[in-house]
């Protein structure tokens, strides 16, 4: 396995980061990156990236899908989970109450958590669906 499975995980992550900054959420890398989001006045979407499978087929979509409403988010950031370890532990140290889960999506107003749509939801749905429950999310706190 070794170095080609190495470049195809770079290529994989590369792909992945490409996906959702293009969408319009902004990569948070580091610890600092994320206090400074969550001290911003408003609400903020975080989406937690992963590697896997539901991320590329299901929650990239949804996220991208998700911004074609009327309501969304002040703040759309992104933590890519296994890859910027410190700064996708501490935007986790903001869900109060939740527990771990990549990929995921959490919902934020001045930094405290609202909501969230944890992996088991997403691994279960299309991106029609998540993108339906992002929505649903912002028009009632956005």
Avoid: W
């Avoid at 992945?16 to 408003?42: C, F, H, N, W």
């Avoid at 890519?80 to 959490?106: C, H, I, L, M, V």
């Avoid at 919902?107 to 929505?135: C, F, T, W, Y």
């Amino acid at each position: 396995m070794g170095m080609n499975f190495n470049l195809f995980m770079n290529d994989v992550v590369a792909t992945a980061r490409k996906e959702i900054s293009e969408a319009g959420y902004q990569e948070l890398k580091t610890p600092e990156e994320v206090d400074e989001v969550m001290k911003k006045e408003g609400t903020s979407l975080v989406m937690v990236n992963s590697v896997c499978g539901c991320a590329g087929g299901v929650a990239r979509p949804a996220a991208k899908l998700a911004l074609d409403n009327e309501k969304k988010p002040e703040h759309l950031v992104t933590v890519f989970a296994g890859q910027d370890k410190e700064a996708t532990e501490q935007a986790r140290s903001y869900f109060k109450g939740f527990a771990p889960s990549s990929p995921s999506f959490a919902l934020l107003k001045d930094g405290e958590i609202i909501n969230m749509i944890e992996r088991h939801e997403i691994e279960a749905s299309d991106p029609q669906e998540v993108s339906g429950m992002l929505k649903y999310l912002f028009d009632k706190y956005c």
